[in-house]
């Protein structure tokens, strides 16, 4: 750790936030008496407003639309889509919604609302103890301050064998601006990211393929995970189990050249591998900051377990990569910011997450294996959509719901959705289980409106065997 007097400190600063995803929502009326610094190399925002959940849901809410045109035969309609207006599509998004947002975010924080304020747009750097190397322009600034949060972020993972091979790729941070939509795509992943873009550019009208190490999605319980890959085997091409031996690009596209010998051929690669926390790009240990892969060591209450004055939220330090988890992280480290003598945890119960693919899939909790695992004597439902009244009007034939409960207590242990609005009909389940609710009370002590979707979670309830 390099001490600050080695540096010429051009301004110190009560408080500075890195990074203006869930950070940029700690200063508020509460901090006007302070100092601030924010520190924002690119668009204001972070990660899930310019990159990652709020477009891509925007263009998977487009994709819905557009795969149940397609599918409407089974509803007695003859409906098609007669054309896909990509950059109609993109000018929606982005044009029209999120980059206004984000210039809006920026303006905001170097207007007069907030005089106290400073932002600064260069990356910054650790130089010594809560001392940071950045700047505004092209003016170099190192600043210091008595607390700082790093709220970083994360970004895409790349594996090696794809970066020695020079061939062009795409990854989330860019995939959804293309020029126009592709004729057809590799996709290299397995995971949520994968899935959702599939959906996307499926539905769109783009030949999709799928390479993947393992099975799609593998992080989900059996009896949602094993439908879902039948299902996406079913609609695009999937090579599950294989692995990239080498890769070349000619005025075609893309080909890849798999481990078992076979190819892949297509004019776009995206690359979904999963993300990796920033911390490796920001010399922690010249401020005597622990790090782990990138991911910054922090304790129950988001402090720094190595270095006094730091704390640190969202992808960059957080066991869950998911925005909501960051926004809560978030409100617990500005509580303790102003509140020393009453921190409060970080809030890591309970944390459910969604995969706005098709068929949509949300989650909370324990999946039945590792439930049996942990000892619990366990009860266990899964509950087809199509046998409630509102799956016959969908006429649906994949939905499942799976909740998963402790036989002695009631309590809920899991709740797994895969169907038609599964990311909101989980959020009872979320409620039931943050408030550490019996399930036999929650069935049967209170209505449930005929013939709602809800009955779903109903029946399942009702289905669990306590006996």
Known sequence: MTSPAAFQVDKHYD?????????????????????I????KGAFGGTCLNVGCIPTKMYVYAADVALETKE?????????????????????VFEKRIDPIAQGGEEYRRGEQTPNIDVYDQ???FVAERTLRT?????????SADQIVIAAGSRPFIPQDIIDSKVTFHTNEDIMRLERQP???????????????????????????????????????????EPFN????????VRAGRTMASATEDEQGITLTLDDGSTVNAEVLLVATGRIPNGDQLDLDKAGIEAENGSISVDEFG?????????????????????????????????????AEDLKKMPHEHVPAAVFTHPQIANVGLTEEVAREAGHDITVKVQKYGDVAYGWAMEDSIGIAKLIADRQSGKLLGAHYMGPQASTLIQQMITVMAFGLDVREVATNQYWIHPALPEVTENALLGLDFS
């Open 15 to 35: 408080l500075i936030i890195l990074g203006t995803g869930s950070g940029n929502s700690i200063p508020g009326p509460e901090f006007d008496g302070k100092s």
């Open 37 to 40: 610094a924010i520190i924002e």
């Open 72 to 92: 409407s035969a089974r509803l007695g309609l003859d409906a098609q889509v007669n054309s896909v207006h990509w950059q109609d599509i993109v000018r929606r």
């Open 123 to 125: 990356h910054a750097r």
């Open 135 to 143: 700047g505004q322009g092209e003016q170099v600034a190192t600043i």
């Open 183 to 225: 004729e057809s795509m590799v996709i290299v992943g397995g995971g949520y990211i994968a899935m959702e873009f599939a959906h996307v550019f499926d539905a769109l009208g783009t030949k999709v393929t799928i390479l993947s190490r393992s099975e799609l999605l593998r992080h989900l319980d059996a009896d949602l995970r």
């Open 230 to 237: 039948e299902l996406a085997a079913a609609r695009f091409d």
């Open 303 to 339: 402090r720094s377990t190595s270095a006094q004055g730091i704390w640190a939220l969202g992808d960059i330090s957080s066991p869950y990569m998911l925005k909501h988890v960051a926004n809560a992280e978030m409100r617990a480290v500005r509580h303790n910011l102003l509140h």
